[in-house]
Every structure is written in C-alpha cells, then in structure tokens.
C-alpha cells in the first residue's frame, strides 16, 4: 500500500559545501547519512528544542532533500539561509513541484529509500508532483499504520519549538547521532542524554473504547501527567511524564485520558523503561 503524504514539503539544498553545512547543523551525523541514503535529523534551538524535524535524502554528492511538516518549510527555510553565510549552497522549496511518497506491506520501489526510523515502517520516496493523487483515505491509512508501531510526528504528537528531541523519541528511532562533531542545541542534548534525565516522552497507548480526542488531559487522580496526541481507533499516542504515570501505576489510581481508561502498550523497538517497567541494571 502506498500514498502520497499531503502533510509534508520538501526543501533542496545542493553545493559544494552543502554537505558540510547540514554536518554542522542538524542532529544527525552526515556521514550515516551518506552510507545509509537517507536519515531522521533535526534542527534544534540553542536551548535543545526542535525547530524543525525530517528525514534526510541524499540524491547526490552534494544534492540533500529534507522530507519536513510542510506546516515549518517557511520558517525551516528561512532559519537555513540565516546559518548560511557565505557558505557555497542553494536552498529551494520542491514543495510545489514535488511530493513526498510513503508505502509499506510490500517491495522497496528503485526509486525509494527504507524508512530511515523504522524499517518496518516501509518506504520513502520523493517524485515529480503529478495530476492524479491519492487522496484522504490512504494518507490515513499510513497514520493508523505508524500509530500502531509508535512512530511519532510533529505537528500531531508535539509541537515544534516545545520539545526535546528524547521528548519526541528522536534518540531512539536514530534521529540524533551522539558520537557525532558539534550541531546545534547538542550541549543540551548531550546532557540530557548522559545524564538520563528525559522524564518526559511520547509513549504508546492503547484506550478503553475509541480515543479521545488529540490534547486530552492524561491523569491519575487530580495529577495530570500529560496529553493525548494522534490516535486511530482504540491505538494512540501520549506524550506523559513517565515519573508520575510510574508513581500512579504503584499505587493503583486508575489513568484517564479524558474520561477513558488508558494503558500503556510498549512497542518492541523501544529502549527506554516504560511506566512501571523496572529500568536495566547498569
């Protein structure tokens, strides 16, 4: 099954020093990205929010696409040209001419790239915009599918510029590489990482009869412990503060999402302990 995701943009940016600029940027390491084709990054705040998330294509040596929420390409674009300079690139918005594609349950097209998140997640592809489109259905097809596996996405699970890259599970789907030269906003990050002070995350959950609706309280009692993201049928995700969903798990009080029973359902590829899951012996 494939479709085209409406909900994305794509920005170009091709030179000589193209490569090198991106390398000292985004989160990821450049290098993974020329082995493996493509790969998940941000750009981050000094202070270590994410002001921009997506994937990585590379389509030559010195020609990168950035698969984006089509919702940030203005402002991605803007705040790219500003770490510019005088530096020997061009960044252009594809948007209108072009789209991203997603599919999964079936073969990679030679046109295509695995999902650099999850490989199960299926394929990426990005092509010449055409007449004929798939429409809604599809597009939601893809959601429920990446709902299921856990996958998070800005705009719906977390709002750019308000979260940490841990927060929105970049550390773990390999949208930051830690052994990687220096980048924006990766003091914090680094700390954060070392230190093992992520409280807050995006987990999976499962509800007791249809989800509620997208930024629903989730609470245990009168503590809230967070809120409610995108959700397909009785599957969701939520971003919560793990600290007190654990605390209310040991004590019995029922959580509530809105006014549904919620549990929290791990995915496998998931490292992190989740709620009143005891954490790996060091």
């Known amino acids: 099954m494939a479709t085209e995701l409406a909900s994305r943009g794509i920005i170009r940016v091709a030179g000589e020093e193209a490569r090198a600029f991106l ?10 990205v020329d082995a493996d084709g493509a790969r998940l990054g941000a750009l981050l ?32 674009i803007r705040r790219l040209t500003l770490y510019k300079l005088r530096a020997k690139l061009t960044i252009s918005d594809l948007s209108a001419t072009h789209v991203v594609h997603a599919g999964w349950y079936g073969s990679v097209p030679e046109d295509a790239v695995r999902d650099p998140l999850l490989a199960v997640l ?24 990446r709902i299921r596996l856990g996958v998070p996405e800005a705009g719906l699970d977390f709002a750019l510029g308000d979260a940490f890259p841990h927060e929105a599970l970049m550390d773990q789907l ?29 987990v999976s959950v499962v509800y007791d009869g249809e989800a509620p609706g997208s930024g629903a309280e989730v609470t245990s009692g009168e503590r809230v412990l967070g809120q409610t993201g995108s959700a397909s049928g009785d599957r969701g995700l ?15 009080t029922p959580i509530l999402a809105g006014d549904r029973p919620v549990r929290f359902a791990k995915p496998v590829w998931v490292r992190f302990p989740y709620p009143g899951e005891a954490a790996p012996a060091a």
């Open 45 to 76: 705040s000094p202070q270590g929010k994410i002001l921009a998330d997506f994937i990585v294509v590379r389509t030559g040596d010195a020609d990168f696409l950035l698969d984006c929420p089509a919702a940030c390409i203005g402002d991605l």
């Open 174 to 202: 390999g949208g930051v590489d830690f052994d990687k030269g220096c980048y924006v906003g990766q003091e914090v990050v680094s700390r954060m990482q070392h230190r093992g002070t992520a409280r807050t995350r995006i």
């Open 238 to 252: 939520a971003m919560i503060r793990i600290d007190r969903a654990a605390d209310a798990l040991e004590s019995g």
């Open 122 to 145: 299926g394929w990426r592809s990005i092509r010449p915009r055409e007449t004929s489109a798939t429409g809604p259905e599809e597009e939601r097809a893809y959601h429920a599918h």
């Open 23 to 32: 390398d000292r940027l985004i989160t990821c390491d450049m290098d993974r």
